[in-house]
């Protein structure tokens, strides 16, 4: 968790609010195919309630119906903290609220919501999802914050993950991955090289789980400042050898029995670090395992368009790869724990819903929020040093500029991400998409 509550309260506790009284709209992530989880618990949401009331900030807690159902977290579960139950075709007469969290990334019930509000949770734009484009064809929102590149900052005063909301779902996300590839594959390869291609929260999660089948390790990491320390922690994992990489090279899938990508590429389509014929290498009957399926994966083969969606990419990967390798590729694999997985991503992502409500109420609505974030250039800070004298709010606020994505400005809609701003095919589609 990036900061305590109790240091926004020491912070706060002369500050003069706009308003008294806000606005949070628990969506649901039923609408996305197979999703299981949650954006919060019934217990996230006594605690929000809690921290705000310390402050004299009384919050209107309202809940999609059914949005947890799928989890284990029933409506009246719900219903019993406070929260009010609310259907979808009632949401476009209700007044406006401040702020909006999924788990995923919008769908098209979000574009029906009164606005402006601020809305936080994963986007995947990269993916183009209708919900977005819906959104910005009616501009209702303010601010579109990417909950997957919230960070940078936080983590420097907290000591936790660099991007605590994705970091939460990335440890989940290896340990399904890595379990399923060891689970298929040791029957046949009892032991053997094992190669995982990222070497951040998933990717070290990931090799955990390789441990019962790993003779070897060989780690792809592409930031060199990283390699002493990952070598020292995978090294105290057990594992018997341990070679960390830049590139993934021949040499490195040469008989391997299984690999895990577990990079990240932000907002933009995964990077293609592996070529057929290296797979080819590995191995028969060796297992694969791609987390990074949600932005089109990660081997590059002769079937592979721009244009596919993440459910193509991995139709495609799985009839290249039946009968000769194990394939392993789920959109979001912390789905396959959703109670689990609900609790660890409330815990990371309250502190930032719980910033943009008291940021809301001293502001005095979502638009000005907004505006306060964008005085805020984007930043990334690897030193302590750099932060002298930043708050944990000034925390905050930097992780969720970080994240900030679109924003409506001068009735206009802003590319504020750098990466998608770079991306002329994401710049076409979003002007395609704002387009009267």
């Not at 029995?257 to 907002?267: E, L, M, N, P, Y």
């Not at 290498?281 to 060796?286: V, Y």
């Not at 990371?348 to 609505?365: K, M, R, V, W």
């Amino acid at each position: 968790m990036p900061t305590d509550s109790r240091d926004l309260h020491a912070e706060l506790a002369n500050t003069r609010f706009a308003k008294k009284q806000v606005a949070l709209l628990l969506g649901s992530d039923e609408f996305i195919p197979h999703e299981t989880r949650v954006g919060l618990t019934p217990e996230h949401l006594v605690r929000l309630r809690d921290d705000l009331a310390a402050l004299n900030v009384d919050v209107d807690l309202l809940v999609l119906r059914g949005a947890g159902a799928r989890a284990g977290f029933p409506d009246d579960a719900y219903r019993t903290v406070g929260a009010e139950l609310v259907d979808e075709a009632d949401l476009a007469a209700r007044q406006a609220v401040d702020v909006v969290h999924a788990l995923k990334e919008p769908t098209d019930y979000e574009s029906r919501l009164p606005g402006p509000f601020l809305r936080i949770g994963a986007v995947h734009l990269a993916s183009k999802p209708a919900g977005v484009c819906a959104m910005l064809a009616k501009r209702n929102f303010a601010a579109i914050i990417d909950g997957g590149t919230v960070g940078n900052c936080s983590y420097l005063l907290s000591g936790g993950d660099r991007t605590p909301i994705v970091g939460s779902m990335s440890r989940f996300a290896g340990w399904v991955a890595a379990q399923k590839l060891v689970d298929h594959v040791r029957a046949r390869h009892p032991h053997g090289k094992v190669v995982v291609v990222g070497g951040g929260i998933a990717g070290t999660s990931a090799a955990e789980k390789l441990l019962p089948i790993a003779e070897e390790l060989v780690v792809v990491e592409r930031y060199e400042p990283m390699h002493d320390a990952l070598h020292a922690t995978l090294t105290e994992l057990g594992f018997p050898r341990v070679s960390i990489r830049t590139t993934l090279d021949d040499e490195a899938m040469n008989n391997a029995i299984g690999i895990v990508f577990a990079h990240r590429s932000g907002a933009k389509a995964a990077e293609k670090v592996c070529t057929l014929a290296q797979i080819e290498d590995m191995k028969p009957g060796a297992g694969i395992a791609d987390i990074a399926i949600d932005q089109g994966g990660s081997i590059l083969h002769p079937g592979y368009e721009e244009t596919d969606d993440a459910a193509t990419a991995r139709d495609k990967y799985t009839a290249l790869f039946q009968d000769r390798f194990y394939y392993y590729a789920e959109v979001n694999m912390p789905r396959e724990k959703p109670h689990d997985a609900s609790k660890m991503h409330g815990d990371s992502a309250l502190p930032y819903l719980e910033a943009l409500l008291l940021l809301s109420a001293i502001h005095g609505d979502a638009t000005a929020v907004a505006r306060e974030l964008l005085k805020h250039p984007a930043q990334r800070f690897t030193d302590a040093e750099q932060i002298a004298g930043h708050s944990h709010l000034d925390c905050l606020i930097q992780d969720l500029r970080n994240g900030l994505q679109l924003a409506i400005t001068d009735d206009s809609v802003a590319i504020t991400d750098t990466d998608i701003a770079q991306d002329d095919g994401m710049r076409s589609w979003i002007d395609g998409c704002s387009s009267p």
